[in-house]
């Protein structure tokens, strides 16, 4: 659904992604690791057409990208409704408060509330909420587990299920090495803008123990 080749960025004269390729098919969930500063939150905003870069996204046609950064932000004195509304209008989608609210269910959102002044699992859950009402073909998410709360985190994992049960490419990085080993179908591990390693099929307990070993040297 989706194939990235030699895909580069520089800042200047600092390489963040170092000629990553792969290709991410439909009806799979990918993973995406690494340490802080590795490249992850860049390759991912390149991939949805948010960042300039060298090289190329392949995209099939007629498919969408939804996208969730890893830091929540909201604009001051508008609701979570608002919110929801103005994110479908750009996406070119038309869905009715009734269709919101029945899927709010499983957030239990206070909607009607401005959605700055939720805290950060609130917060989470609504970016969350937001993007499974655009009904996107390929998804990106860059640390969506990270900040949300327990309610949040069993509905995500239900999603990625049901995404990939319907065919459609997810691709996610985490910092949780238990839930992106059990949920992904392959895991890329990244390390200062390279590709290092397929972590794919591996244990929570052997990705643990090979990133240690390379931070480590």
Request: aromatic fraction near 8%.
């Amino acid at each position: 659904m989706i194939e990235v080749r030699n895909l580069t960025k520089k800042y200047r004269e600092l390489t963040v992604i170092d000629d990553f390729s792969h290709c991410f098919d439909a009806g799979k969930v990918y993973g995406v690791m690494g340490e802080n500063g590795a490249g992850k939150s860049t390759l991912f905003r390149c991939m949805a057409g948010l960042e300039t870069y060298d090289g190329t996204v392949i995209v099939s046609e007629n498919s969408q990208i939804g996208y969730m950064n890893d830091t929540p932000f909201y604009y001051s004195y508008v609701n979570g409704m608002e919110h929801i509304e103005f994110c479908l209008r750009a996406k070119g989608k038309n869905v009715s408060r009734d269709v919101i609210n029945k899927l709010n269910e499983k957030f239990a959102l206070p909607l009607n509330r401005y959605a700055s002044r939720y805290s950060l699992g609130m917060k989470k859950r609504l970016m969350l909420l937001t993007l499974m009402l655009q009904d996107n073909d390929i998804v990106i998410m860059d640390e969506p587990f990270n900040g949300i709360d327990l309610a949040g985190a069993i509905v995500l994992r239900q999603w990625l299920k049901e995404m990939k049960a319907e065919g459609r490419c997810v691709i996610l990085s985490s910092h949780i090495v238990s839930a992106i080993s059990d949920i992904c179908d392959e895991i890329t591990y990244i390390h200062k803008g390279k590709v290092v390693a397929d972590l794919s099929g591996m244990s929570a307990e052997s990705i643990e123990k090979y990133i240690l070993d390379k931070i480590d040297n």
